[in-house]
């Protein structure tokens, strides 16, 4: 019963779109992210004197306000993968659901 549950779910187009669009947007978001971190890392590892760059006569240098993008913009891409797991991906995962409720 479970294997034929199991293969029911794996067949259906809809866990197939779901599973493409769901790693394609996780991908997607990991790599913005990664590349942004270690762009950040690259820069303080080859050009610190860009990042030492003081901003008015305050001891703040430039990256300080970069970091804090970097955190806040890694918490929106969170915010956003969230909201379409929420969504588009629950959707699509009651969908299949009630395409197998028979065999539950």
């Not at 197939?16 to 971190?37: A, H, P, T, W, Y």
């Not at 990256?63 to 993008?69: E, Q, S, Y």
């Amino acid at each position: 019963m479970k294997d034929e549950l199991v293969d029911r779910i794996e067949n259906n187009p809809k866990y197939q779109e779901l599973v493409s669009k769901r790693n394609s947007f996780g991908i997607k978001l990991g790599v913005f992210v990664l590349v942004m971190f270690y762009a950040f890392i690259l820069t303080i590892a080859f050009n610190k004197e860009i990042l030492a760059t003081k901003i008015g006569d305050g001891l703040t240098t430039i990256a300080f306000p970069i970091a804090l993008a970097i955190l806040v913009i890694s918490f929106i891409t969170t915010l956003i993968y969230v909201k379409r797991a929420n969504g588009e991906f629950e959707d699509l995962t009651n969908e299949i659901k009630k395409d197998v409720k028979d065999l539950i």
